[in-house]
């Protein structure tokens, strides 16, 4: 049974054979210009206003020509100014640093030369393929034979669309052992007016993992719609509304391990609760690199158990339990900041990533879920706190080949009422403690989860605060094993480009309150250092695919640990 | 335990053919024209020498190199990136009987290239391998430099450019649109994810200059 799971996993995977090389062409190159870059050509050329002229073309530093010029069989030298478009027909074009062309620059079977220093208002177009073309007196006439289709390229170019709607069927989030895959089925629809977009979002959310017998809570609902005015830069509104069943702590693992890690070996590292409501938000935003939102929501948040999800592997086995959370109707009000200006989203060498949360929740607990403290709330359960999280990563470059790497995570209880078990926190797990067992019941006070004794089922995170360092230190790795340079032999060789890590984590939960209760503090005080969880570790990174090992140092009689991440650890 | 040797195994297995070629091997040279200060020079050798590559290309799709040149100042505690520019190199093999060929085209910043079509892959590796010359000045006169080159390299559907992109947000609209059964999409959807978690389908590289010291005011 397992080998047909591998076979059936590799038949995924594996890619198409290696085919056979391509035959070999001794012509180089076919003289074929796109046939609507031909009828352009001709078409400027031959337009009445068009400067033309034939043969060598020298424009001198200082002289100006308004409007378009065209120049056949060239070449054409320019250093002077020239008000419209440029175009040069089967000659080469050589601009010195004083050229200005406020145009366009457009050349057929030709090249151009200091285009970097000049300045070319307008786009440059460069084809090395000639124009046939016969001359009939001024004008010019495109050989009908022999001339190519449409710039192919052009259908490879990133789609702007103005506006479009379509039918959309895709993942609304991690494969988990609540709903299985949920997918999200509905129409999209989008409009782009030039100076912002508006797009809205209408999906129902079906689960796979869903019985369809048991009522409201099998199918969602996911309804969206944003107004963005600006270009790059600018205000943005939005409403939604839905039913979903959301992750408690998002921040450790991303989606695709969560999902795969559930999928395949039936391990899930998230908990998971029901969240439905509306919400409206008003915002500022900064292209990819920078957003600021106010929002205000009115959810209700209920507890959901784990389903029988279908898994690759280990399929008898017991999920862990998703923990009991708290039955709550609040309004929420959030203000939250995300910047973002790493060189690279996947393979970042310097920068800043912040993304700063801050939380007011107001409304009425209507069952409490267990946890390992009673909590207490005034009479009615009315309930109201306030919440911070705080996810700082500064990435360096401290070498051609290395790189320092620092991140700080931190939030919870900032004032009110008890946190509901939906927003407590956890310092749990491969994306934060590597070194530690996730969700294991451990003996005494649990300070990654803040659980005592056995903890509630599905051990879930209960922590009012906790605070999280990790730093690495990672150097360019070049494999190269059984790779003959220069042999054309095709010889199977390992040949990967990665980095080598070391790293460090250091990271604790704490409660908030009377400070004779176990894991507790008071409000303003940070847990002494002495008593976070740490851990060292190392391991080679090879963007796609990370293997590591990480040994506890605050509790040295545990084991190291070997774990996998699919990117880097952040 | 025995669940990650299981996936570790896994992946090592999916991965041997990727790793059974020649990899792209990119880089940023310093080439100094008479009287100018070093520029620097991006190549690109065994760039389609992939087999899965190649076979994408006779299957429709293109081939997209995205290059981005990074400059980088060093002298403090962390080097700094001071300005950085980026380029594409499209290839796309022509299937017309009567022209196979391969055409390329670069689109950087406000200009687009057109190299027209080349006949062999040879030629066209070597096209690509010829030294593409930036103009990415330091800022600082006397201050210490180096440049640093990353090269993507992913395979293009015409008629679903972001088809990746889309699958990785879980879409199966090939499916809706009638021209896949929906089992089929799904397998093939995880097929492209497992890949690009293997790096089947977009590949990274990288390459630094010497380091150098810009010229003075």
Known sequence: MLMRRLALALALVVLPAAAAAQGADTTLDRDVLPRDVAQEVVRLYNTPSTARTVGAFALP????????????????????????????????????????????????????????????????????????????????????????????????????????????????????????????????????????????????????????????????????????????????????????????????????????????????????????????????????????????????????????????????APWRANPVFDDAHLRLLNATLRLDTRSDVDNPWAGWYVLADLEHGSGRMDALGPSTEPRAYPAGRAARYDRGFLDVRRYNRISRHAQLNLRLVTGGWLGGDPLPLERRLSVDGYGALPGFEFRTPRGGDDVATCTAGAGPPGYPAQCDRIALAQVEYRSELHVRLFDWAGDDWVIPHLNADGAWVLFMDAGRGWMVGDSSAPMTYSRGVIPDFATFRTDIGAGLDFDVLGLYVAKPLSNGGLPARLFVRLQHRF | MRALWRVVLLVLAAAAPLWAQRDPAVRVDLVRAAGQPDVPAVSVSHALDDPQLQELMRNGFAVALHFRLELWRTGGVFNDLESATQWDVKVQYNLDPYGKAYNIVRHHGNQIEDFGAIRSLDSTEALLARPYRVLLPPRHPHAKYYYNVVLEVEALNANDLSELQRWLHGDLQPAVRGKTNPLSALKNGVGRLLSRMLGGTKRSYEATSPTFVADGG
């Open chain 1, 61 to 316: 530093a200082g002289r100006v020509v308004s409007g378009d010029v065209a120049v056949l069989e060239g070449p054409v030298t320019i250093a002077g100014h020239v008000s419209g478009t440029v175009l040069a027909v089967n000659a080469d074009v050589s601009l010195a640093p004083s050229a200005r062309i406020d145009g366009d620059l457009l050349v057929v079977g030709g090249t151009v030369r200091g285009q970097s220093l000049a300045y070319v208002g307008g786009e440059i177009r460069i084809y090395r393929d000639r124009l046939r073309y016969t001359r009939d007196g001024e004008r010019i006439v495109a050989d009908s034979a022999g001339q190519g289709g449409e710039s192919w390229w052009r259908r490879f170019e990133p789609r702007r669309t103005a506006s479009g709607s379509k039918i959309q069927v895709a993942s609304a989030g991690a494969y988990n052992r609540v709903e299985g895959l949920p997918v999200n089925l509905g129409p999209q629809m989008y409009r782009d007016f030039g100076d912002g977009s508006a797009r809205l979002d209408a999906y129902v959310v079906l689960r796979t993992a869903s019985s369809f017998r048991d009522g409201a809570n099998d199918v969602g609902h996911n309804l969206r719609g944003e107004l963005r005015l600006g270009n790059g830069r600018g205000v943005l509104v939005g409403a939604s509304a839905y039913d979903l069943v959301s992750p408690v702590e998002s921040w450790q693992l991303s989606t695709l391990e969560t999902g795969l890690a559930a999928g395949l070996f039936r391990r899930d590292y998230r908990d998971y609760f029901g969240q439905r409501g509306e919400r409206v938000e008003a915002g500022l935003f900064d292209g990819q690199r920078a957003t600021f939102t106010l929002s205000y929501a009115d959810e209700h948040w209920s507890p959901r158990r784990a389903r029988n999800a279908w898994t690759l592997f280990r399929p008898n």
